[in-house]
């Protein structure tokens, strides 16, 4: 079988005006379904350039990108749709909710993509609702939210539609420590219970110690990577 | 409808609730357009009819023959100035030309009509008998007068309901009544059926007839026997009208001796004519209209195309996300097409509700005949689907081609 990710010298470069920024130089990956890597790295290494690239938002200018086998790099942005409704889960540094529209309704968001009927959808984010510990809000504005519940209601939507992979792009980077760590064990246990691939970028030690993987970027290329804890054995942990 | 569809719509509806004021300032031209088309169409429409049914009162496939020269819409000021046409004229016309069915002739003058004491000035109609089936008369009570007594000059009347009320008590019976013309006695033997105005505003109803004979000899004076002040024609097809009109020009000229260059000393109008004027003014009116509606569907729509690019604008992020969790081109285009749609069918609706309303007060207060048809409706809702949906084309095709990426970061 195939690893869930599989980048090979990978390169992404922006041309602004004349001059082009090299933003992935040559990048190689390789990640299996059921880790948890953070991702770290000094600003402007091209953490977010990678991320939008495994998650199918952006494609590399040159080299391979190929997700549970499939080669991405050429595909139509239809379809790019389709496989990020189907396989992927975003978390954002600044939640990306939608404003002026319920806790329940953005959860929902991915499933109104799928064709489901009002009641599937509605009773699928509910229960991701509940899965992040917001059981009650589901008609709360994201205004009557705090930080740290408004980034939970991204991470129901994230995992409402059961991706395997999910992307969390400095998703503490808008908490304090506390909201943090919710969010981080919430995390957590989506990776040990439900074997999701979770792939994290931090600036923060101890939010990467959450990972059981660390790999650090630098000029767009890998400059270490090493597993900082032992992997789970491949059989779930029984509860 | 898809759960898709059917959310898209429900969130449209309350994008526009919450931006009631921009919703409904949009809306505004779409509003005004459907309505105005609306309440002129009903009033246009009600002006036909009414003018229609005054044309009808003329009589079934009547042609109508004036001595002298007229004006183009057939409009004329007095009869009987000029004297070319004749009673014999009226009889070669009619043995010359199988089309016509029948031929009659009038001359009419105002005089005073005298009933006990009371007195009211009214035409005196001196007619051919064939007059009163020519121009379909009917009776409420008594009956018409014959050839006999055409023959005999008899001195009988017949009287117009405008007359009946001037000169006899309400529920009095005028018929076996006396009246008299010029201190001539007529016995009243019929009353006439209203017809009400004429295609040129005259009350028709206004009127008394006599036998032709009676009027030369008894009424008129003898000054001019025999002419008419006009004639009147009938065809049983109304297809065969302009045909009837050319042979009986051709009949009268040769008649009257004309020359080619000379002009015609009558003018020969038919009852399709007569329509045709007033189908000119109505479609004066259409396109006035359709300018009207163009302009103000167009700027209805401009203004959804601008509220909508506005909308795209300030979602940027959401399209971003919404593209993130997997929605395809063409739902982000969906989505925006039905904004554009929900927004001007609502203001279509309010549109026809105000155009709808604005024609029933034209009718109440200016007491103008209204039609609304539902035509004008299911066209007019149609026309402002068609804008939504052309105008809400160019931003919705905007938001689908934003790049996911450059959505989300945007501040
Ligand atoms: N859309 C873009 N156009 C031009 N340059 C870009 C664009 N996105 C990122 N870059 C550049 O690519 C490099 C990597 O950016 P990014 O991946 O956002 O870094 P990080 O997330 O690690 O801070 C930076 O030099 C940045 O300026
Ligand atoms: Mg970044």
Not at chain 1, 8 to 20: A, L, N, P, S, T
Not at chain 1, 117 to 140: F, I, P, T
Not at chain 2, 116 to 142: H, K, V
Not at chain 2, 377 to 390: C, N
Request: with cysteine; glycine share 10%.
């Amino acid at each position: 079988m195939s690893s869930l990710i599989e980048c090979e010298d990978v390169w992404k470069i922006y041309r602004v005006g004349d001059v082009e920024v090299q933003a992935l130089r040559g990048l190689s990956l390789t990640i299996e379904q059921g880790e948890f890597v953070a991702i770290m790295g000094s600003s402007g290494s091209g953490k977010s350039t990678l991320m939008n690239i495994l998650g199918c938002l952006d494609q590399p200018t040159k080299g391979h990108y190929r997700l549970n086998g499939i080669e991405v790099g050429n595909l139509k942005p239809d379809h790019l749709a389709g496989i990020r409704n189907q396989q992927i889960g975003f978390v954002f540094q600044s939640f990306n909710l939608i404003p002026r529209t319920s806790a329940l309704e953005n959860a929902q968001l991915p499933l109104f993509y799928r064709g489901l009927s009002l009641k599937e959808q509605r009773a699928q984010a509910a229960a991701a609702l509940g899965r992040v510990g917001l059981q009650g809000r589901e008609h709360h504005y994201p205004t009557q939210l705090s930080g740290g519940q408004q980034q939970r209601v991204a991470i129901a939507r994230a995992l409402v539609t059961s991706p395997s992979l999910l992307l969390a792009d400095e998703p503490t980077g808008n908490l304090d420590t506390q909201s943090s760590q919710e969010i981080m064990k919430i995390l957590e246990t989506l990776n040990r219970d439900e074997g999701i691939t979770i792939i994290l970028v931090t600036h923060e030690v101890d939010v990467a110690a959450y990972a059981a993987r660390e790999i650090v970027i630098k000029d767009g290329q890998v400059l270490s990577d090493r597993v900082t804890r032992a992997r789970p054995t491949s059989s779930p942990v029984e509860a | 409808m898809s759960a898709f569809v059917w959310l898209t719509i429900l969130t449209a509806l309350r994008i526009l609730a919450r931006n009631r004021l921009r919703a409904g300032l949009t809306m505004l031209g779409i509003v005004i357009g459907v309505a105005a088309v609306i309440a002129m169409v009903s009033i246009g429409e009600g002006a036909k009819r009414a003018v229609q049914a005054q044309i009808a009162t003329m009589g079934t496939n009547v042609i109508i023959i004036f001595p002298g020269v007229t004006s183009a819409s057939g409009v004329r000021g007095s009869q009987g100035s000029a004297v070319t046409l004749t009673v014999s004229d009226a009889l070669d016309l009619k043995k010359r030309i199988p089309l016509l069915a029948d031929t009659g002739w009038t001359r009419r003058d105002v005089m005073q009509i005298v009933y006990g004491n009371r007195n009211w000035n009214g035409p005196i109609n001196g007619i051919s008998p064939s007059y009163l089936t020519i121009r379909d008369w009917s009776f409420t009570s008594g009956g018409p007068f014959s050839q006999t007594d055409l023959d005999s000059a008899a001195r009988v009347a017949l009287i117009g309901q405008t007359t009946v009320e001037n000169l006899f008590e309400p529920g009095e019976e005028p018929v076996g009544a006396v009246v008299r013309i010029k201190n001539v006695p007529f016995r009243v033997i019929g009353v006439l059926a209203p017809k009400g105005q004429s295609a040129q505003g005259s009350d028709q109803d206004d009127v008394i007839f006599i036998p032709f004979s009676t009027a030369e000899r008894k009424v008129f004076g003898t000054s001019f026997i025999g002419s008419v002040g006009a004639m009147f024609g009938s065809t049983d097809q109304v297809e065969d009208l302009p045909m009837a009109a050319e042979q009986i020009r051709e009949v009268l000229r040769a008649r009257h001796r004309l020359q080619t260059e000379q002009n015609d000393d009558f003018t020969i109008r038919t009852q399709v004519d007569l329509g045709k004027v007033q189908e000119g003014t109505s479609e004066t009116l259409t396109m006035m209209l359709f300018a009207i509606a163009s302009v103000s569907l167009l700027v209805g729509g401009i203004g959804i195309m601008n509220i909508l690019l506005v909308s795209v604008t300030e979602r940027t992020r959401e399209i971003g996300v919404r593209m993130a969790v997997g929605a395809k081109r063409h739902h982000i285009m969906m989505q925006f097409l039905i904004e554009a749609m929900t927004l001007s069918l609502v203001g279509g609706a309010l549109g026809i509700v105000l155009g709808i309303t604005g024609a029933k007060l034209t009718t109440l207060i200016a007491g103008w005949p209204t039609i609304i048809s539902g035509n004008v409706i299911v066209i007019a809702f149609f026309f402002s689907l068609v804008v939504g949906l052309f105008f809400g084309l160019y931003p919705a095709n905007k938001a689908a081609r934003l790049n996911p990426i450059e959505a989300l970061r945007y501040e």
